[in-house]
């Protein structure tokens, strides 16, 4: 028979976030005690501690705290849905929704992908996180965030994964390089070049695979985790890039041009997904946004028009 209650859940979950007994205090309007003796019962009922307490310091979560937290948060998460379910009785998407995305994913659809669904479903709240593939798996696991789009590369086999687009990479080149009014550019044309890097993984052992599989290494000069940094020192000239993501429009930060140019070889392109974790069961709110995005990301011409060149059929 279960003993706990969602009431004791809660508790955990926001002295957990909190890190302090007194902080859930005050964001839940419940009193201190309430919530220790909640969480104490919490532990006896489960066998195990679930924080180390700190003298005037707060609390920190046990291995086995951490670790309950994961499912504590998804057992509330279907809560809530249910709760939901029965007060509106099925009508509607409601509740708050947390996603995560790659980050240089992020600001070429997120925002009018989230504008356009808070249109359709009032009711309903989005909370984004960006980062890269690590950041994401880790949000996923500890349950901070249900759904993350990202590039399906090097997922674990805990996560699994729904591709809703594929994407081309290409060359970019500073203005005036004398490739830039070529239709296409090959991959050797470039090789003794300087190679300005997007240093995010997995894109980074993307980038640098496409050119091992045409027998060639690269010469880096320089890396860098932003992609707005990368497109300015293609602008100032101080190398040339291969990217996936096109931002509209072709001016750096510093108002210099840059060239996107198709790749003539045979490369792979990058296929984009929806990510969650295995064991966790998609709450509605999570399912229609997935769809709603699917359905955008399929006619990117019209709802996208600066990432149509780069779309691949899948």
């Not at 969480?39 to 920190?60: C, N, P, T, Y």
């Not at 989230?114 to 996180?129: N, Q, Y």
């Amino acid at each position: 028979m279960i003993r706990y209650t969602l009431r004791q859940l809660e508790y955990f979950e926001e002295a957990a976030n909190c890190k302090s007994i007194a902080a859930a205090s005050l964001k839940l309007n419940i009193s201190q005690p309430s919530i220790s003796s909640a969480v104490r019962k919490l532990e006896d009922q489960l066998g195990m501690d679930l924080f180390i307490r700190h003298h005037a310091q707060g609390v920190s979560l046990t291995r086995a705290g951490a670790r309950f937290l994961k499912y504590s948060r998804n057992l509330l998460r279907l809560g809530r849905e249910l709760q939901e379910e029965g007060s509106s009785h099925g009508i509607g998407v409601t509740r708050n929704l947390s996603v995560g995305c790659f980050t240089t994913l992020a600001p070429v659809f997120m925002p009018r992908l989230i504008a356009e669904f808070c249109r359709l479903h009032p009711s309903a709240t989005i909370s984004l996180e960006e980062g890269n593939q690590a950041d994401l798996i880790r949000l996923l696991r500890s349950g901070e965030i249900e759904i993350a789009l990202l590039y399906d590369l090097e997922l674990p086999e805990d996560i699994v994964s729904q591709q809703v687009a594929k994407f081309a990479p290409y060359v970019l080149l500073p203005e005036h390089h004398r490739f830039a009014k070529s239709e296409s550019v090959c991959l050797e044309w470039l090789a003794d070049e300087p190679f300005i890097l997007l240093d995010i993984p997995p894109s980074r052992d993307y980038f640098v695979g496409l050119f091992r599989t045409e027998g060639l290494k690269p010469q880096i000069r320089f890396g860098s985790h932003s992609l707005e940094m990368v497109r300015g020192m293609v602008g100032q000239g101080l190398g040339y890039s291969v990217l996936v993501t096109r931002p509209l429009g072709n001016s750096t930060y510093c108002g210099e041009h840059v060239v996107m140019k198709p790749i003539s070889n045979r490369v792979s392109a990058s296929a984009v997904s929806f990510a969650r974790l295995q064991q966790v069961r998609p709450t509605r709110v999570a399912a229609a946004f997935e769809k709603f995005s699917k359905e955008q990301l399929s006619d990117l011409p019209r709802c996208f028009p600066a990432s149509a060149p780069a779309l691949v059929p899948a």
